[in-house]
């Protein structure tokens, strides 16, 4: 940094002018008396910032709030590179960590647009997370999300974009094959990194495509024919080093073994008369001990929903009742979903069952904790007109997670 200062461009030294000027709301001034006095006398000398060593530089800006570090990194290259110092890492560690949550929403008529429900005000912010990668605005799909990384599907240059927006960080992925018409893209954390997982169709089989970021490559394997081909919006669900996925009529649980990288049939049995089956986890991925696999079902008949319940896979690989969703809630949902169950897909997040549909734009949500049922209203920032394209997902923003 002390380099790229002691070039002399005047446009760099502009920059790092107005940086000082947000770095110091109230100049110091040190007088011959060696004691400090506020004054207003002229902004700093940009020449003394582009003579400071590059680690002093680093101890100086890692005592900003958070926030005001963000807002001033685009004014500097470096900047964008020194949330990753060990000196910026060890002060802050602790309150990046108590960063909020966020129920994350995609349209693909707004792809670069993410407006965010604050999970732990229980409020709509404000203003919505927009998208910093090089994506394409018209071709560019949100696809997955994992451990405050985003996985963006971009079929016109056959590949994905995986990307940390906190950190302002993005790798493109091509795809392992061209064409590749690919099925429950699921992005997942493992601790060395993260995977993403695809079915493809090739003719009358599928094979299961697994992307590794640790050796940066793609393996295929054989598929597994009974998984649903009608759920486009369900993701896989992660739960203790595999992911799992409920099949088409006659309901079943299959996985996958990330590791293994084979197929399994699940010997837990599906509570009967079911008119959909969807799966979530809680703490999937994210090393604790307390993971838990639920079933959200419902039962009917002649594919009629009547009631939605959600079940516990328990010790002995039986599905426990866990709770029902209440009469009117169930009625309401069932009847904005037209009985088209394929648009309908469930996750987990920070302690909420949410239950989703492509077509309309508020989630039923469950909350453990407390055991009630709520509605998530309609983001106020969403025009009338949109009726249908609602992508739901879980965000936890996470700087330190590598692309």
Not at 2 to 16: A, D, F, I, V
Not at 111 to 137: M, Q
Not at 288 to 309: A, D, F, Q
Request: with cysteine; glycine share 6%.
């Amino acid at each position: 940094m002390k380099h790229q200062l002691n070039k002399g461009n005047r446009n760099r030294n502009s920059r790092l002018h107005f940086s000082s000027s947000k770095l110091l709301s109230r100049p110091i001034m040190i007088t011959a008396q060696s004691h400090m006095t506020p004054s207003s006398s002229p902004d700093m000398d940009p020449g003394i910032w582009s003579k400071l060593p590059e680690e002093l530089m680093e101890l100086i800006l890692s005592f900003l709030p958070l926030k005001n570090f963000f807002n001033i990194r685009s004014t500097c290259k470096t900047f964008r590179s020194m949330v990753f110092s060990p000196c910026f890492i060890s002060k802050h560690t602790s309150s990046l960590q108590s960063f909020s949550s966020f129920l994350l929403l995609s349209h693909p008529y707004s792809p670069r647009r993410f407006p965010l429900y604050d999970s732990n005000l229980n409020a709509w912010r404000k203003r919505a997370l927009y998208s910093s990668v090089s994506l394409p605005s018209s071709a560019s799909l949100l696809s997955s999300s994992y451990n405050g990384l985003l996985c963006f599907s971009l079929p016109t240059s056959s590949s994905f974009v995986v990307s940390n927006l906190l950190a302002s960080t993005e790798r493109e992925i091509k795809f392992p094959k061209y064409p590749f018409p690919f099925e429950l893209l699921t992005l997942v954390s493992t601790p060395f990194g993260y995977s993403i997982f695809a079915l493809c169709s090739q003719s009358s089989s599928k094979s299961t495509y697994l992307y590794d970021s640790r050796s940066h490559s793609w393996t295929e394997s054989d598929g597994f024919e009974p998984i649903l081909n009608d759920r486009h919006h369900q993701e896989g669900v992660y739960y203790k080093g595999a992911l799992y996925f409920t099949t088409a009529e006659p309901f079943s649980i299959v996985s996958f073994d990330l590791e293994k990288r084979v197929w399994r049939r699940s010997e837990a049995e599906v509570p009967g008369e079911l008119t959909l089956a969807r799966l979530v986890s809680e703490n999937g991925g994210e090393g604790g001990g307390n993971e838990r696999l639920y079933l959200i079902g419902g039962i009917g008949v002649s594919g009629i929903t009547k009631m939605l319940k959600v079940w516990e896979l328990g010790l002995g690989n039986e599905w426990l009742e866990y709770d029902r969703v209440p009469e009117m809630m169930c009625r309401k949902f069932t009847s904005v979903c037209y009985h088209n169950y394929q648009h309908v897909y469930c996750f987990w997040h920070q302690g909420m069952i949410c239950i989703c549909c492509y077509t309309w734009p508020e989630i039923l949500y469950f909350k453990s904790s407390s055991r009630t049922w709520h509605w998530l209203p309609k983001s106020p920032s969403l025009p009338d007109k949109w009726s249908c394209g609602f992508r739901w997902f879980s965000f936890i923003p996470n700087l330190y997670a590598s692309v």
